[in-house]
């Protein structure tokens, strides 16, 4: 981070622990006191927040500037300017998708008239978000909309890691006017986290890796309190025999230099025919050189790893790893925390070298891309690959022109989300889902998915009147045996 750049922005500082028990119980009040149930409070609190997010914008570019080094548009594009416009979609459309459901199914034709059936979707109570580092705004702030949406008091614990990111979340609470009680930020890093999660919640929406998921989900136990677990894993991207290479090159260089490769949606390693292999790395290198025609060191777009410890994790790989380097793995600079864009070749399936190396133990998050080659005339082989080491991804992608192939990779793997020749984008449609399966997680949120996430929907029944009783009297005793009917 330039030091000049992050003086100038909110500082973070960790909650005071003696405070945690404090401003939870409060936003449990709160919750109580119902405030939070009319649909026009929340509306309202969500408009305040939606002004705070233009006032605070500049200031938070550049806070992830400072934290990621990450370019203005990438930021635009992958946080700002997609969470305003869910925030914008959540207010038009929240009443709708909050509205009562009638159900008529399952009803007896007599007892239609005299009842009401429907679903109503009630708040939850107290809402735990924990969220990541790699995107700030987008991974903290999309969820908490459906939260407030549903009607809940909200607690938001982003990550330490983007510390100054985490800070002006916090001044976004402060400068919107939003209630204070009902919304709160609670900063800190692993003892401050292991705190608030003794505390009992109503559910909680967590984001990052699996080791920590595991410990959220088992202080979620002790209350019974329903999970969200937004995690990660390898993500695959098969090219099939008929794929078109330099779209194909394009779009996954793209995916995976997006943040240097610190998405959770970034493709992990590819699979790639026999006979594209030479095309795809020629492919490749040319995209590189047009995406950095200053080099990646000059270029302002190509961002640097959070912090230390994630760069000596991913370059431990690199030099673990027995693969063959085809373009990049040269330019590694600790001091400036940058990799260069790497591919690998792990040699061809049947080799199984791919197995056992350190590119496939777990997920790259970083800008190194393993490939393993297979045979044309095997796309099964290729599909093997996928289930053998990342079954459960948070995304899988295809590239094929023939709808053949493009079908037996969908119907044969399983992931959280999938493109057909894409890569990333399942992440950032607003009207899709967002959310993994398996190792990649649990639960889902954005649009109307967050709601149905963040709401209990209860089920109501309205009898009509004591003349119903006159109808369907026979279900009181004594029991007459004339009723029953065999
Ligand atoms: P991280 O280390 O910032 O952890 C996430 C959160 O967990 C933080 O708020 C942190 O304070 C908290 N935490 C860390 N250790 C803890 C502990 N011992 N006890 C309680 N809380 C603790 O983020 P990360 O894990 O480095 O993020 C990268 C991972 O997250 C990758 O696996 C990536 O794929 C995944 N991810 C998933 C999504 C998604 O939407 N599915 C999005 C982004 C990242």
């Known amino acids: 981070a330039d030091p000049s750049l992050a003086a100038t922005l909110p500082q973070f500082q960790s909650t005071p622990l003696d405070q945690i028990p404090t401003i939870i119980d409060t936003a449990r009040s709160a919750f109580h006191s119902g405030r939070t149930r009319p649909l026009e409070f929340r509306i309202n609190q969500l408009q305040k927040l939606y002004y705070g997010l233009c006032d605070i914008e500049a200031t938070a570019i550049s806070a992830m500037s400072a934290d990621l080094g990450r370019a203005h548009f990438e930021t635009s594009f992958a946080d700002i300017n997609y969470t305003k416009s869910e925030l914008i979609s959540m207010i038009k459309n929240m009443k709708t998708w909050l509205a009562d459901e009638n159900v008529s199914e399952g009803i007896p034709w007599y007892l239609r008239w005299s009842h009401q059936t429907y679903l109503k979707k009630d708040p939850l109570g107290v809402v735990l978000l924990i969220g990541a580092w790699n995107y700030p705004w987008n991974l903290n702030l999309v969820p908490l909309f459906g939260a407030i949406a549903a009607g809940n008091t909200c607690i938001l614990k982003p990550s330490e890691i983007s510390p100054h990111s985490a800070a002006t979340l916090e001044k976004l609470f402060e400068i919107s006017g939003m209630d204070k009680e009902c919304y709160r930020v609670i900063q800190g890093a692993v003892?401050?986290?292991?705190?608030?999660?003794?505390?009992?919640?109503?559910?909680?929406?967590?984001?990052?890796?699996?080791?920590?998921?595991?410990?959220?989900?088992?202080?979620?136990?002790?209350?019974?309190?329903?999970?969200?677990?937004?995690?990660?894993g390898k993500n695959p991207v098969i090219i099939a025999p008929s794929a078109n290479i330099p779209v194909a090159a394009k779009r996954i260089a793209w995916a995976k230099s997006l943040n240097s490769g610190q998405s959770c949606v970034a493709p992990d390693?590819?699979?790639?025919?026999?006979?594209?292999?030479?095309?795809?790395?020629?492919?490749?290198?040319?995209?590189?050189?047009?995406?950095?025609?200053?080099?990646?060191?000059?270029?302002?777009?190509?961002?640097?790893?959070?912090?230390?410890?994630?760069?000596?994790?991913?370059?431990?790989?690199?030099?673990?790893?027995?693969?063959?380097?085809?373009?990049?793995?040269?330019?590694?600079?600790?001091?400036?925390?940058?990799?260069?864009?790497?591919?690998?070749?792990?040699?061809?399936?049947?080799?199984?070298?791919?197995?056992?190396?350190?590119?496939?133990?777990?997920?790259?998050?970083?800008?190194?891309?393993?490939?393993?080659?297979?045979?044309?005339?095997?796309?099964?082989?290729?599909?093997?690959?996928?289930?053998?080491?990342?079954?459960?991804?948070?995304?899988?992608?295809?590239?094929?022109?023939?709808?053949?192939?493009?079908?037996?990779?969908?119907?044969?793997?399983?992931?959280?989300?999938?493109?057909?020749?894409?890569?990333?984008?399942?992440?950032?449609?607003?009207?899709?889902?967002?959310?993994?399966?398996?190792?990649?997680?649990?639960?889902?949120?954005?649009?109307?998915?967050?709601?149905?996430?963040?709401?209990?929907?209860?089920?109501?029944?309205?009898?009509?009147?004591?003349?119903?009783?006159?109808?369907?009297?026979?279900?009181?005793?004594?029991?007459?045996?004339?009723?029953?009917?065999?």
Request: hydrophobic share 40%; glycine share 10%; charged share 20%.
């Open 191 to 232: 003892p401050e986290t292991t705190l608030v999660l003794k505390q009992q919640f109503d559910k909680i929406c967590y984001t990052g890796n699996g080791a920590v998921g595991k410990i959220v989900a088992r202080a979620a136990a002790e209350f019974l309190t329903p999970v969200i677990l937004e995690l990660g």
């Open 269 to 486: 390693y590819l699979v790639i025919p026999r006979s594209l292999e030479t095309a795809f790395i020629t492919e490749f290198s040319k995209v590189l050189n047009s995406f950095y025609p200053t080099g990646l060191r000059n270029s302002p777009d190509y961002s640097r790893f959070v912090n230390d410890r994630h760069f000596n994790r991913v370059h431990e790989i690199l030099k673990t790893t027995s693969g063959e380097v085809k373009i990049g793995g040269e330019i590694i600079d600790p001091k400036d925390r940058l990799m260069e864009m790497t591919l690998i070749s792990l040699g061809h399936v049947s080799e199984g070298k791919w197995e056992t190396d350190s590119l496939m133990q777990e997920e790259i998050f970083g800008p190194p891309l393993a490939y393993i080659v297979y045979d044309d005339n095997n796309l099964a082989s290729a599909v093997d690959v996928v289930r053998k080491m990342s079954d459960t991804s948070l995304g899988a992608y295809v590239f094929a022109e023939k709808k053949a192939e493009q079908d037996l990779v969908l119907n044969n793997t399983r992931s959280g989300g999938f493109c057909v020749n894409e890569a990333f984008v399942n992440s950032i449609i607003a009207g899709l889902p967002f959310g993994g399966v398996g190792q990649s997680g649990t639960g889902k949120y954005r649009g109307k998915w967050s709601i149905l996430s963040f709401v209990h929907l209860r089920s109501v029944v309205v009898n009509n009147g004591g003349w119903v009783d006159w109808l369907i009297g026979f279900r009181f005793p004594p029991f007459l045996e004339s009723n029953y009917k065999v």
